[in-house]
């Protein structure tokens, strides 16, 4: 038996719980229904499964019992990944002293357990955190659709512009079309200021325009490959374990391989940037450990931009930091930056135009994915 609430108003998806026992599910329902919560219950599995058949894509966190008659909450969450369903953030209730079972959920997909009797504060924490991560993969989502509209109408724009400029930008649209089909984690604002920053630095060099454009056109797609990165890598919240930092690193072979196949010199430059933007110039970076100017002056130029833009930028897992704080980040470092990983002469570009640099970050906050 299932009972469905009214969504309407709440701005977030369903929550289902699936317990066996009537009091704990109208307590649970009723508990996380006064928080705002949207709640649909089952009283076993195979109830749950037609739920989840029923409003597809509206349920986005189940909470389930453990032990029920018939098949087990465990059983339930390996159907769920069975059949293709790995974003469902599902959460396990489970009675004290079945640690070991608890610890195997986590093992199969369950993002969260708690301990019968509940404590509905942990519960409702539970259920927030669950529903945040939900929510950060529909924007994640979104701005996909939206990266891939603004790159169709640029490219538009564009279209007067002449020989190779124009049909490099084409390209890259042709390209981030198929990226699409991967995940991707920047925000829009991000990438876009990565190229503004990459080209003035290309133009305070000295650069032709048509190289100064080269890169500013390429310097966005420098971390495309994140989006051949799992959602559960990119978006954790806590420290990565040494085998999720180096699938991270893939990210650069990825985004090589997905922008290497065209020879227009746009999509070269931007190949070139994809694959060598976290080598540093005192040879500790990846994934060829390269050092000094062993590293293309491209990808050189584009890890200042990134760090100073990452540095300034929120994100999910930090504030954002201001313009002064970063800049003595970059020249003294921190327990993550240090001077010894970036081109002396660009550092020292970079602090001959703060201004610039201010400048491009604050009147570009309105770029879409923001």
């Given at each position: 038996?299932?009972?469905?609430e009214e969504t309407?108003?709440?701005?977030?998806g369903?929550?289902?719980i699936v317990?066996d026992?009537?009091i704990v599910?109208?307590?649970?329902?009723?508990?996380?229904?006064?928080?705002?919560?949207?709640?649909i219950e089952?009283?076993?599995?195979?109830?749950?499964l037609?739920?989840?058949?029923a409003?597809?894509?509206?349920?986005e966190?189940?909470?389930s019992?453990?032990k029920?008659p018939?098949?087990?909450g465990?059983e339930?969450?390996?159907?769920?990944?069975?059949?293709?369903?790995?974003?469902?953030?599902?959460?396990?209730?489970?009675a004290h002293?079945?640690?070991?079972?608890?610890i195997?959920?986590?093992?199969?997909?369950?993002?969260?357990?708690?301990?019968k009797?509940l404590?509905?504060?942990?519960?409702h924490?539970?259920?927030?955190q669950?529903?945040?991560?939900?929510?950060?993969r529909?924007?994640?989502?979104?701005?996909?659709l939206?990266l891939?509209?603004?790159?169709n109408?640029?490219?538009?724009?564009?279209?007067s512009l002449?020989?190779k400029?124009?049909a490099?930008?084409?390209?890259?649209?042709?390209?981030?079309?198929?990226?699409?089909?991967?995940?991707?984690?920047?925000?829009?604002?991000?990438?876009?200021?990565?190229?503004?920053?990459?080209g003035?630095?290309a133009r305070?060099?000295?650069?032709?325009?048509?190289?100064?454009?080269?890169i500013?056109l390429?310097?966005p797609?420098?971390?495309?490959?994140k989006i051949g990165i799992p959602?559960?890598?990119?978006i954790k919240?806590?420290?990565l374990?040494p085998e999720?930092?180096e699938?991270?690193?893939?990210?650069?072979?990825i985004?090589?391989?997905?922008?290497?196949?065209?020879?227009q010199?746009v999509m070269e430059?931007?190949?070139?940037?994809?694959?060598?933007?976290?080598?540093?110039w005192?040879g500790s970076?990846?994934?060829?450990g390269?050092?000094?100017?062993?590293?293309?002056?491209?990808?050189?130029?584009?890890?200042?931009?990134?760090?100073y833009?990452?540095?300034?930028?929120?994100?999910?897992?930090k504030?954002?930091i201001?313009?002064?704080?970063?800049i003595?980040?970059?020249?003294n470092?921190?327990?993550?930056?240090?001077?010894?990983?970036?081109?002396?002469?660009?550092?020292e570009?970079?602090?001959?135009n703060?201004?610039?640099?201010?400048a491009?970050y604050?009147?570009?906050?309105g770029?879409?994915?923001?």
């Open positions: 038996m299932m009972n469905t309407a108003g709440t701005g977030s369903l929550v289902l317990d026992e009537d599910r109208t307590s649970v329902v009723g508990y996380l229904s006064i928080k705002g919560i949207n709640c089952a009283s076993n599995a195979d109830a749950a037609e739920a989840l058949e409003n597809g894509d509206a349920i966190i189940v909470v019992d453990l029920m018939g098949k087990t465990l339930l969450l390996g159907e769920i990944r069975d059949r293709g369903n790995e974003e469902l953030e599902f959460i396990i209730m489970t002293g079945d640690a070991e079972s608890a195997g959920a986590l093992r199969r997909g369950a993002t969260d357990f708690l301990v009797p404590e509905f504060t942990y519960l924490d539970a259920v927030k669950a529903g945040e991560r939900a929510h950060l529909r924007s994640q989502r979104q701005f996909r939206n891939i509209e603004e790159v109408r640029k490219a538009g724009e564009v279209r002449a020989g400029v124009n490099a930008y084409e390209d890259s649209v042709r390209h981030l079309a198929v990226a699409a089909e991967f995940r991707d984690t920047d925000t829009g604002a991000h990438i876009w200021r990565i190229g503004a920053y990459s003035m630095i305070l060099l000295g650069w032709t325009e048509e190289k100064a454009k080269e500013e390429a310097a797609l420098h971390d495309i490959g959602d559960s890598i990119l919240a806590g420290n374990s999720e930092q699938a991270i690193k893939e990210h650069c072979m985004g090589h391989k997905i922008l290497s196949v065209s020879d010199p430059c931007a190949a070139i940037i994809a694959l060598t933007h976290h080598e540093r005192d970076g990846y994934p060829a390269l050092c000094g100017k062993e590293i293309p002056i491209v990808a050189r130029i584009v890890t200042l931009c990134d760090v833009d990452a540095l300034r930028s929120p994100r999910p897992y504030a954002a201001p313009h002064e704080t970063v003595d980040t970059i020249v470092g921190d327990d993550r930056t240090r001077p010894s990983h970036f081109d002396p002469e660009l550092v570009l970079f602090l001959g703060l201004d610039e640099f201010d491009i604050s009147q570009s906050r770029q879409p994915g923001v």
